[in-house]
């Protein structure tokens, strides 16, 4: 079993950088590919970002490409995602989850953990 704990979100203005945090623990972080998903009021919720077991490989939906950076720091046992030039289409409540199986997830019905969620608000 692994506890995931998000931080980072909040209320910005477009244009503006957000970076989340998700801090793991429980079992060793390295045996697990991660991602960051939101979901927006009555949407379901969408992958967004995916990073590789030991951060090697990388994958990302087209709506966050060149804006959005997913990374981890297995020592601290903690996977980020940089977000910059946010939009008011951004908001959403963020979560980050885990995989046991892949060496990278890149379909959200892999995830086996979920973090509670980060509110993060665009204002235009």
């Known amino acids: 079993q692994v506890q995931l704990v998000e931080s980072g979100g909040g209320l910005v203005q477009a244009g503006a950088s957000l970076r989340l945090s998700c801090a793991t623990s429980g079992r060793t972080f390295s045996n697990y590919a991660m991602g960051w998903f939101r979901q927006a009021p009555g949407k379901e919720r ?7 077991k030991i951060g090697t490989r990388t994958y990302y939906v087209d709506s966050v490409k060149g804006r ?40 959200g019905r892999q995830y086996d953990y979920w973090g509670q969620g980060t509110q993060v608000t665009v204002s235009s």
């Open 46 to 52: 969408e992958l967004l970002a995916a990073i590789s």
């Open 68 to 107: 959005f950076t997913i990374s981890r720091d297995n020592a601290k046992n903690t996977v980020y995602l940089q977000m910059n030039s946010l939009k008011p289409e951004d908001t959403a409540v963020y979560y980050c989850a885990a995989d046991t199986d892949y060496a990278l997830a890149i379909n």
